[in-house]
């Protein structure tokens, strides 16, 4: 795909504009199904396709997760809700021009880039555009929140979609939480990862019944207190709705996954104030996992068998020892389960025995396609990845083969131990006791912090986020793609499931770091 045009504009894009039926109607070899019709042992866990890199049948290219450009499908999109924290409005609308064809467009976003093709969008077609910013003051235009939230940010990455099938007449919703921002440098640069799921209407005898997953979706959108009425459907609508009534019109029965939501505020940290209700944040994992050995009979494995917790991530914040502590039993499996008297004190266990962080080396960065420009991507300060107690826990991104940055963020327990010293010791029969794929990175603002309310103890979270859960069972394991272990859902991760430890060496990167060996491209970072 060439590079986007610096001059591409709305007037450009218009003899350009591809019709639905044009567009999904076209076939090609390379093309591949839809996201929703996926292989039963896979997950519905997708990479995005990027330059430079070989495509597998786990990946899907951003205009294939919107439906278009597929070889089968058929449909045409009524309404859209673009949920972000960066966009570039000039990248968009030339990656998907059909967006000026779709009646209606909502955008949420975080910050601002490209506003002038944002204005002429606005000025072609019917788009709702909110910029949200916690750390505004509440209840203002840019920050729906009781309260002022400092450095807060809108951070979630997500697409939901309504839909018509032209060869059933089918009306559905497709909906997508990743991990890019969209952008050029994310989307085609970065190592990127989404959830695709569709959900059809409700039947009329299912029209009073609701799900956990359509209550926690809803109850993530009414954050945003978007209340604006618009005809989200036309062929089902009658009269204008709001967003979280437009949503409650789906059947979401058949999710496959979790929601993992954090939104600014004071949240509850237990599940006695409102026991059907989902926890935000780092409490929102120990909850589900409680909620899953309440639903499965087979206890928790030995403590023996249970392996270390792996967190992936692009950032990190200012953290401590007792913090990640805290992560720590918020997302052992051990932990989460078992009365306390029977849980492993957090001084038995070292703290690398149990967690594993996966952040690239300046070596990585330096050797990567876009070289130290795409560390950028990658915002990590000196001053907060450079702390002595981390080093122990830090393993590399991923193996010499891969030269793209990782802008993906995952999550996942290991369900046996075993050393990481060597990437030869990732075993074909590993597995994964939970998975998560997010926008979260590792920090307080997105996970959450405890604190002490006039109310009690509450879990004070900055920023939205979103991710997906997905747990294992005695019928169903989690295990990477690649493995031959039968009734297994398959994982596409970009990077060993048995992460290797730093070298002697290694450097975690720094953003702010001064490099002077010259990276891929022949440039040096003078801080």
């Given at each position: 795909m060439e590079p986007v045009p610096s001059d591409t504009g709305i007037d450009s894009l218009s003899h350009r504009k591809r019709s639905a039926t044009e567009s999904l109607s076209s076939s090609s070899d390379e093309k591949r199904n839809k996201p929703n019709h996926h292989h039963p042992s896979q997950a519905p866990i997708y990479l995005f396709t990027t330059r430079d890199r070989e495509r597998t049948p786990n990946d899907r290219s951003f205009r294939e997760m919107l439906g278009y450009d597929m070889a089968t499908a058929s449909l045409t999109i009524h309404s859209m809700i673009l949920c972000n924290y960066m966009i570039d409005f000039e990248f968009l609308l030339h990656e998907i021009p059909e967006?000026?064809?779709?009646?209606?467009v909502t955008v949420f976003y975080g910050h601002e880039t490209n506003p002038e093709y944002l204005m002429q969008w606005k000025q072609a077609t019917s788009v709702d555009v909110r910029l949200l910013r916690p750390s505004d003051p509440p209840r203002s235009l840019h920050n729906p929140?009781?309260?002022?939230i400092p450095y807060g940010v809108h951070h979630s990455k997500i697409i939901l979609f309504g839909y018509r099938e032209e060869t059933t007449q089918q009306e559905k919703l497709r909906l997508i939480i990743h991990t890019a921002n969209l952008l050029e440098r994310d989307i085609y640069r970065k190592i990127?990862?989404?959830?695709?799921?569709?959900?059809?209407?409700?039947?009329?005898?299912?029209?009073?019944?609701?799900?956990?997953?359509?209550?926690?979706?809803?109850?993530?959108?009414?954050?945003?207190?978007?209340?604006?009425?618009?005809i989200w459907s036309p062929s089902t609508q009658t009269s204008p709705c709001s967003l979280t009534q437009w949503l409650r019109q789906y059947d979401f029965s058949s999710a496959t996954v979790a929601l993992v939501p954090s939104t600014p505020g004071y949240h509850r940290v237990s599940d006695s104030e409102h026991p059907n209700r989902a926890l935000q944040g780092h409490l929102r994992i120990q909850q589900l996992l409680r909620q899953r050995w309440t639903r499965n009979t087979k206890h928790p494995s030995p403590a023996n068998s249970v392996g270390p917790v792996v967190c992936q991530f692009s950032s990190m914040g200012s953290l401590t020892e007792k913090y990640l502590n805290e992560l720590y039993q918020s997302m052992d499996v051990l932990s989460a389960t078992r009365p306390k008297h029977e849980r492993p004190s957090p001084s038995q266990v070292s703290l690398a025995q149990k967690l594993?962080?996966?952040?690239?080396?300046?070596?990585?960065?330096r050797t990567s396609y876009e070289g130290y420009a795409g560390g950028g991507?990658?915002?990590?300060?000196?001053?907060?990845?450079?702390?002595?107690?981390?080093?122990?826990l830090y393993h590399r991104w991923s193996d010499e083969g891969r030269k793209?940055?990782?802008?993906?963020?995952?999550?996942?327990?290991l369900s046996n131990g075993g050393s990481t010293d060597d990437a030869n010791d990732n075993s074909a029969d590993d597995t994964m006791e939970w998975f998560v794929l997010t926008s979260h990175n590792l920090s307080k603002a997105a996970w959450g912090e405890g604190q002490m309310r006039s109310a009690g103890r509450r879990l004070?979270?900055?920023h939205w986020e979103l991710g997906v859960w997905l747990g294992s069972s005695d019928e169903t394991k989690l295990a990477p793609y690649g493995t031959t272990i039968p009734q297994a859902w398959k994982i596409p991760l970009p990077y060993p499931v048995r992460p290797v430890r730093y070298r002697v060496n290694d450097q975690p990167w720094a953003v702010d770091g001064v490099y002077d060996i010259p990276d891929a491209l022949g440039c040096v970072q003078l801080g």
């Open positions: 967006l000026l064809t779709i009646p209606q929140l009781p309260l002022r990127q990862g989404a959830c695709i799921q569709d959900f059809p209407l409700k039947t009329t005898e299912r029209l009073s019944s609701s799900s956990d997953f359509e209550h926690d979706l809803v109850a993530y959108f009414e954050t945003y207190d978007y209340i604006r009425p618009r594993q962080l996966v952040y690239p080396t300046v070596e990585q960065i991507s990658v915002p990590g300060p000196y001053r907060n990845v450079s702390k002595a107690f981390l080093r122990p793209h940055v990782g802008h993906i963020k995952t999550y996942y327990q004070f979270i900055r």
